[in-house]
């Protein structure tokens, strides 16, 4: 099943903090956060996995609560080069993946 | 490196017609898959594969097939194309290092129009 983001859509200021979330209705073994530029392919984040493994980007943490199959990505101190769409991706052992419809950040000057 | 390419970058199919759409990849991947994107929406899994001669359905597998006979080539096959297959399509692969543990690279993707 199609895991649920929120928020579909954040506008920031530089500097400021965001938090998107991504829930499941399924038992979570990883999670895996895409970031995709308008007109662009999706760019690999983060794969967290369960029982605590993670593996990604220097400058964005994320969290990952089995017991409430949810996963936090944490956008600190954005940037301008943060705007795009973030995705998660839930599911199978061979990285066929379940997406999530997307969240919208918008990072402004 | 060129990475996943992708070929071609546009196509406007008539309804009922065929297109195989290319995917290539550098990086002696095992994993490779095939997602859809329609307007404003997430990526949809169509088919994927752990290596060549073996492939598996996806989320939505319907009207397309593929193959893999080399490591290097995962085709995308569309018969009978309809408007509901107007979409973006993108092709990934993915290394890993352990299960559940897979980094996938996106190619650049083919923007297919059905009329």
């Known amino acids: 099943q199609q895991p649920v983001q929120s928020p579909q859509a954040v506008i920031l200021r530089e500097g400021e903090d965001a938090v998107i979330n991504c829930s499941s209705s399924k038992a979570l073994y990883s999670v895996h956060w895409y970031r995709q530029k308008h007109g662009e392919a999706p760019v690999f984040l983060m794969i967290?996995?369960?029982?605590?493994e993670q593996k990604g980007h220097d400058k964005i943490s994320a969290s990952f609560n089995e017991k409430k199959q949810q996963s936090s990505l944490y956008l600190t101190a954005s940037q301008l080069s943060y705007s795009g769409t973030y995705f998660c991706g839930t599911g199978g052992s061979q990285g066929n993946l379940i997406f999530g419809k997307g969240t919208k950040l918008s990072v402004k000057p | 490196n060129a990475g996943v390419t992708q070929t071609p970058k546009f196509r406007i199919l008539k309804i009922g017609q065929s297109m195989t759409l290319q995917c290539t990849q550098d990086?002696?991947?095992?994993?490779m898959y095939w997602y859809r994107q329609d307007p404003g929406m997430g990526l949809k899994l169509i088919y994927y594969?752990?290596?060549?001669?073996?492939?598996d359905k996806g989320e939505v597998p319907n009207g397309y097939n593929v193959s893999r006979s080399t490591t290097e080539d995962f085709p995308l096959r569309l018969e009978l194309a309809a408007p509901s297959q107007t979409s973006v399509y993108f092709c990934?692969?993915?290394?890993?290092?352990?299960?559940?543990?897979?980094?996938?690279?996106f190619g650049p993707g083919t923007r297919l129009t059905v009329l």
């Open positions: 990086m002696n991947h095992n994993y």
């Open positions: 594969s752990v290596g060549a001669g073996i492939t």
């Open positions: 990934a692969s993915g290394e890993t290092s352990g299960i559940f543990y897979n980094e996938q690279f």
């Open positions: 967290l996995l369960k029982g605590g």
